[in-house]
């Protein structure tokens, strides 16, 4: 069993950065690959970005390359996402998840264990 608690998000203005986190507890950390999702009201949950249980890989959604990056600390158990060039459709509530194993997955089915969300709102 894995718990993740995520925080950071907030209210920003267009062009704007933030950095959630997501802090994880229970088993190793380091076993899983993680992922960050979306949801914006009224639309499916969507992929943002992903990264290897180690670190060592990446991937991101057409629509974030370029402005988010994604990290991990698994020292301290907890994976990282910066922000920046934040623009209104960016809105919605980030989820993170994790899957056991190496690699990443973009399926959101994919992933065993989710936090509870954070809000990001991104305003004109």
């Known amino acids: 069993q894995v718990q993740l608690v995520e925080s950071g998000g907030g209210s920003v203005q267009a062009g704007g950065s933030l950095r959630l986190s997501c802090a994880a507890s229970?088993?190793?950390?380091?076993?899983?690959?993680m992922g960050w999702f979306r949801q914006a009201p009224g639309r499916e949950r969507e992929f943002v970005t992903a990264?290897?249980?180690?670190?060592?890989?990446?991937y991101y959604a057409d629509s974030v390359k370029g402005r988010f990056t994604i990290s991990r600390d698994n020292a301290k158990n907890t994976v990282y996402l910066q922000m920046n060039s934040l623009k209104p459709e960016d809105t919605a509530l980030y989820y993170c998840?994790?899957?056991?194993?190496?690699?990443?997955?973009?399926?959101?089915?994919?992933?065993?264990?989710w936090g509870q969300g954070t809000q990001v709102t991104v305003s004109s």
């Open positions: 990264i290897t249980r180690s670190g060592g890989n990446t």
């Open positions: 229970g088993r190793t950390f380091s076993i899983y690959a």
């Open positions: 998840a994790a899957r056991y194993g190496t690699y990443y997955y973009t399926a959101p089915e994919q992933y065993t264990y």
